[in-house]
C-alpha cells in the first residue's frame, strides 16, 4: 500500500500534472508528484509507465532549472529570475502536452526527452 492513496493510474497522472502545474508556483509540491509517479510507475500498463517516467525526468530536469536559477539569483545575477520564467513557461508547456497525450489516451513517444516528449 503507497504512502498516498490516489486511486487509478489515470488519475494518478492526471494528479501529477496538476502538481507539476501548482508546483511552478509552490515547490514542494513537486516533490509529492515525484514521490506519487515514483510509487504508481512500476505496477503500471506500459503506455501509463512512458507518462510516468516523463513526469519523473521532468521533475529532474525541474531541479537542474531550480538550482541554477537560484544559484544565480544568491550570487546577485539577475539572469536568475529569466531562467525561473523560462522554467515555468516550460514546465507548463510540458504539464499541458502530457495532459494532452493521456487524454488520446497514447503513451509519450520519447519520455526521457528534456523538451515535450
Known sequence: MAL?????DISSIKLIYIFN??????????????????EKKPAA?????SH????????????????TSW???WTGNLYGLAVMVVWIVWNISRSVKGWK???AQ??????RSWFFG
Open 52 to 67: 510516468y517516467q516523463f513526469q519523473l525526468n521532468g521533475f529532474f530536469i525541474t531541479l537542474l532549472w531550480l538550482v
Open 21 to 38: 502545474l501548482v508546483g511552478s508556483l509552490i515547490y514542494p509540491i513537486l516533490l509529492i508528484g515525484a514521490y506519487v509517479a515514483y
Open 4 to 8: 498516498i492513496e490516489t486511486g487509478d
Open 101 to 103: 497525450t493521456l487524454k
Open 45 to 49: 500498463a506500459e503506455w501509463l509507465q
Open 106 to 111: 497514447k503513451a509519450i513517444p520519447n519520455p
Open 71 to 73: 544559484g544565480l539569483l
